[in-house]
């Protein structure tokens, strides 16, 4: 009996194994690199045949036979097709004139996401769906990339003039919302229609978007340029946009945009990531202007925050902001990172000394009413053994301005020099619940806590500790 045959691996289920190869897929840059699994033995070519979850994302640029396999294979699920680039073009007329092929349009009527990236090869397929009345209800979320720094230059060569993209573009976008009634979810970097910045570009993209008339979810990418003045009293409305995402864009240009942008059911405001660098410091965190980007969506004397949320990650560390009404104000987030090439020293950098800064930028974060919030919780998942939180000197700034504050709830911290801060010094007076989860806990600052509670008349009601570690509760608090 060969070695093979008695393998550990022969023995994991067919559900199991197909579960690892759809989660694979998902997590991988190139969504066909599964494919290579089924080179390792019949075993696993069978199972990936008989996983209909893993046929369901086709690019237009594959061969005839290679898209026959994907619509036998697909089962039920929808396809997440991708109108990308060839490496070469054969003819000088853009890829949306094309003829589709029959496969084309199977594809196009089974899926439910479109991914576009210039040349656009297959997005003919769309166009003659949209002629013949087709109507795709499954189709749901629409994403236009921009140009790849990794681009084959045969390619870039041939780049459309920006006026000839915006025409292709609006076709395209017409095509889309005759087939999709249903698309409520919209992804476009403005870079794609190439050229120079140009913000009337930008404007005519973004009102070719109002012709969807179910979009719920918005991403923004590549706004660049100097404001156009021709447009700065238009408004562009989207009535049922619920949460507004934007990415790699220039502050300036980004927030003449905004202002001109009308959404009145916006719960949800995602700011662009701010890279900073090494050797940090809190007032690198707001270099960004943030301010400006959110300032529109704000009404100090209307302000009212229930909840703040900080989260560190591994690679971005986000800020959220949740109003107490929803109608006042957006849920805000702020998020930066610090890549890993900023500095030779990145590896030294002490999980503390961020918690810190980022904590002293925070209670200078402007138009931002800290003194109604009435939740706060701070999480790490960074890659640490409860790293020690930031002392007193760096949270007391912060805490200050929380007088109203009722909740606190750290996670994976070691908490002793917030509740010496908490103890030492009159802040958060309201304060009455605690929560502590997977943290590294004093037991004797809490007890004194809850003394100097009672002395102010407002006890602590509620300490929750969830898998504490290295307490020492043997006298209760």
């Not at 494919?35 to 594959?62: E, G, K």
């Not at 918005?218 to 447009?231: A, Y």
């Not at 030294?348 to 009435?374: C, G, K, Y």
């Not at 009601?461 to 043997?474: A, D, H, M, R």
């Amino acid at each position: 009996m060969s070695l093979t045959t008695t393998s550990p691996i022969r023995k994991i289920p067919t559900e199991v194994l197909s579960m690892v190869f759809v989660e694979y897929m998902e997590n991988s840059d190139d969504p066909n690199e599964w494919a290579q699994l089924m080179l390792v033995c019949r075993s696993w070519r069978d199972t990936a045949i008989r996983t209909p979850a893993l046929w369901t994302r086709i690019n237009m640029a594959y061969s005839q036979l290679s898209k026959k396999l994907f619509l036998q294979r697909h089962g039920q699920f929808p396809f997440e097709i991708t109108l990308a680039k060839r490496s070469t073009l054969n003819t000088p007329h853009p890829p949306i004139f094309y003829d589709p092929l029959p496969e084309d349009r199977l594809a196009v009527v089974a899926s439910h996401r479109l991914v576009l990236s210039f040349p656009w090869n297959g997005a003919s397929a769309i166009r003659k769906c949209a002629a013949e009345g087709v109507i795709v209800p499954g189709l749901k979320e629409i994403a236009i990339l921009g140009h790849d720094e990794n681009d084959d230059p045969t390619i870039c060569e041939q780049l459309l003039s920006p006026l000839l993209n915006l025409l292709g573009m609006r076709m395209f976008l017409h095509a889309c919302s005759s087939i999709g009634p249903n698309i409520n979810t919209f992804f476009i970097d403005l870079s794609s229609i190439g050229g120079p910045p140009d913000s009337h570009l930008h404007t005519e993209v973004l009102r070719n978007l109002v012709q969807f008339p179910a979009l719920e979810d918005l991403s923004i990418g590549g706004v660049v340029g100097d404001p156009c003045p021709h447009h700065e009293h238009e408004r562009i409305a989207f009535p049922e946009v619920s949460t507004l995402r934007l990415f790699d864009s220039e502050p300036n240009a980004l927030q003449s945009l905004l202002r001109r942008l009308d959404l009145p059911k916006l719960q949800s405001l995602h700011l662009p990531t701010y890279e900073i660098e090494l050797p940090i410091d809190h007032r690198d965190i707001w270099d960004y202007p943030w301010q400006r980007i959110y300032e529109p969506f704000l009404n100090p004397p209307e302000t009212s925050i229930y909840h703040v949320a900080v989260t560190f990650e591994t690679d971005i560390h986000e800020i959220e902001i949740r109003p107490e009404e929803p109608s006042t104000f957006p849920t805000i987030h702020l998020s930066f990172s610090i890549p890993s090439d900023s500095s030779p020293d990145f590896e030294s950098l002490n999980p503390t000394e961020l918690f810190a800064h980022t904590l002293l930028a925070m209670a200078a974060l402007p138009l931002i009413p800290f003194d109604q919030v009435r939740s706060l919780s701070i999480s790490s998942r960074l890659p640490c053994n409860w790293e020690t939180f930031a002392d007193g000197a760096h949270s007391l700034p912060l805490l200050a301005q929380m007088r109203n504050l009722q909740s606190l709830s750290v996670s994976r911290m070691g908490v002793t020099p917030l509740l010496k801060c908490l103890t030492s010094f009159p802040a958060c007076q309201a304060l009455n619940n605690l929560s502590f989860e997977d943290s590294l806990v004093n037991a004797r600052f809490l007890r004194l806590l809850k003394f100097q509670r009672h002395r102010h008349r407002v006890p602590i009601t509620n300490v929750n500790l969830i898998e504490c570690n290295k307490l020492n509760l043997s006298r209760g608090w």
